[in-house]
Nanobody, 127 residues
Framework: QVRLVESGGGLVQAGGSLRLSCAAS????????IGWFRQAPGKEREAVSC????????VYANSVKGRFTISKDNAQNTVYLQMNSLKPEDTAVYYC????????????????????WGKGTLVTVSS
């Protein structure tokens, strides 16, 4: 089973940028769609973005569209989330998750849940 470790979180001012990384081990990401999720204090977890196994399809939540970019480097077995123009409401613990690929995964819509999860990285955006 694939294991995931997130990194790259931290404290940033509003308008700033961060790049999160999701490093995988135990299996190759060639066979997985990857999602980024976040959970803010006192709120439910929400799906932020998703990328399919070959990286050709990406999906974003409306709240981050145009500001966040997901990308997948299968050679490095890593998925990235570039976050620009950050807002205080982006403050949350960010998790990456993996799902074994299947037709339609991360094509046209976000996935509400996935099989394998990392432990998360905290992003704090100050105003």
């Amino acid at each position: 089973q694939v294991r995931l470790v997130e990194s790259g979180g931290g404290l940033v001012q509003a308008g700033g940028s961060l790049r999160l990384s999701c490093a995988a081990s135990g299996d190759t990401l060639d066979y997985y769609g990857i999602g980024w999720f976040r959970q803010a204090p006192g709120k439910e977890r929400e799906a932020v973005s998703c990328i399919n196994a070959n990286g050709a399809s990406t999906v974003y939540a409306n709240s981050v569209k145009g500001r966040f970019t997901i990308s997948k480097d299968n050679a490095q077995n890593t998925v990235y989330l570039q976050m620009n123009s950050l807002k205080p409401e982006d403050t949350a613990v960010y998790y990456c998750a993996a799902e074994r690929t299947r037709p339609g995964l991360c094509v046209g819509s976000l996935v509400p849940d996935m099989t394998s999860w990392g432990k998360g990285t905290l992003v704090t955006v100050s105003s």
